[in-house]
């Protein structure tokens, strides 16, 4: 390369040099004052803590993620035995038995489930009248942290009993049917779940 070709080179670096520099700082300044919450838009729910259908799924008995320890380790669910009672399969007797569960955890998970709601809306109303100090707060916390727990076991607890009335055959097939077989679940959502729900519940990216 001669003086006169490195010159040339050099001129070009020199007029791009500013263009690159204006284009990083318009991008460092568009990150900067990029101030808006991820949670906008959700200060117009009526209880904020918990979305429109976190509210449906307490109502409902639903899981809510609850159960998660228990149905991720290999210890089936009464909700989801009863859906594949067809597939796995289970007879007239299990069927019965495993209804009865249900029953009995849906009619608890949804009286605590509305407890929870409750709460929750309680401790919201204090924030909305300006009436929330730091003893309310904790009395609130407390009680909403004991109803949640209290809903948490009341899902596991059901887990407990299913293996008692199912094979070990029924229950492979069980975690076979759920996708638990494939060491991601995120990437396998069983028939008839909404993939929204299933991938929050079960902490999908």
């Not at 009672?85 to 038995?97: C, G, H």
Request: hydrophobic share 35%; proline share 4%; charged share 25%.
């Amino acid at each position: 390369m001669n003086w006169l070709q490195g010159k040339i080179k050099m001129k070009n670096v020199l007029l791009i040099l500013p263009m690159l520099m204006l284009g990083f700082a318009a991008q460092a300044s568009d990150t900067q004052h990029s101030h808006t919450s991820k949670y906008a838009g959700q200060e117009n729910r009526t209880i904020k803590s918990l979305s429109p259908d976190d509210i449906a799924e307490l109502k409902r008995g639903g899981g809510w993620g609850l159960a998660k320890a228990a149905e991720l380790n290999g210890v089936p669910g009464p909700v989801h035995l009863l859906e594949m009672k067809n597939d796995i399969p289970l007879d007239d007797t299990q069927v019965s038995a495993i209804s009865k569960i249900f029953e009995q955890m849906k009619a608890q998970a949804i009286q605590q489930g509305e407890r929870l709601i409750a709460l929750e809306r309680k401790l919201e109303s204090h924030f909305q009248n300006r009436t929330i100090t730091d003893t309310v707060l904790r009395s609130s916390l407390d009680a909403i942290a004991e109803a949640r727990k209290e809903l948490r076991y009341i899902h596991l607890a059901t887990h407990l009993k299913t293996p008692e009335i199912l094979s070990q055959d029924q229950v492979k097939k069980y975690n076979a049917l759920r996708g638990y077989s494939n060491p991601d679940p995120c990437a396998n959502i069983p028939k008839g779940h909404d993939a929204e729900l299933w991938h929050k519940h079960n902490g999908c990216e």
